[in-house]
């Protein structure tokens, strides 16, 4: 039983859907996806300075830091918001916002990081990579689901929404893995998660 994971991920429940923006969630993000685009953008090239600043100081430059959690936040928010899990439109931002019905919360960075598992990320988080994978499939299957289920019905079944917040759950932990914010293998059960102590 882990005692502490660095990244949190809660998602609030509700169960009556709006059918109009429900039945043209993905035209509706068009905007974030552009947005989203430009963000990842930076979001590399910060990862690529991050990844040398690790390798040579075993430590996260703190800007650096707070500019990769923010964009966890973001991804995690808008996926959310494209896979149904909420209706609230996603802000174009990256900071904490716990009104917001999805949450990340991520602890403060490490004082030292190891430079083995910097170095080998991609081989060291590769099995996270391959449930993250096979958790991609089911986001797509419960996406078809709740699609029509609200669409038809005004409200999102509760099984569907425990499926979606799963995935995006594990999801969001195996991100914080492979983009060097954590460098502690993700669980995957939730029940395994206390909520991080103090969050960035």
Not at 68 to 87: K, P, Q
Not at 94 to 105: F, I, K, L, Q, T
Not at 108 to 119: G, L, M
């Amino acid at each position: 039983m882990l005692t502490s994971y660095p990244v949190t991920f809660d998602m609030d429940f509700v169960e009556r859907r709006s059918r109009l923006t429900t039945f043209f969630r993905w035209i509706l993000a068009i905007p974030h996806l552009l947005f989203a685009c430009a963000y990842s953008l930076a979001f590399y090239v910060v990862y690529i300075i991050a990844w040398f600043a690790l390798m040579f100081t075993a430590r996260w430059p703190a800007g650096l830091y707070e500019f990769a959690g923010g964009f966890l936040r973001y991804i995690t928010r808008l996926g959310a918001y494209l896979y149904l899990g909420v209706d609230r439109y996603p802000p174009f931002t990256g900071a904490e916002d716990d009104s917001y019905p999805v949450r990340v919360h991520i602890a403060p960075a490490q004082d030292r990081y190891s430079r083995v598992k910097v170095f080998f990320r991609l081989f060291y988080a590769i099995v996270a990579i391959v449930i993250r994978y096979a958790l991609g499939i089911v986001l797509a299957f419960v996406l078809v689901l709740s699609w029509f289920a609200i669409v038809i019905t005004g409200r999102q079944p509760a099984s569907l929404q425990d499926a979606l917040s799963f995935a995006l759950s594990y999801t969001t932990r195996a991100d914080a893995l492979i983009f060097l914010i954590t460098e502690t293998y993700p669980p995957l059960s939730d029940s395994d998660v206390p909520s991080a102590q103090a969050a960035i």
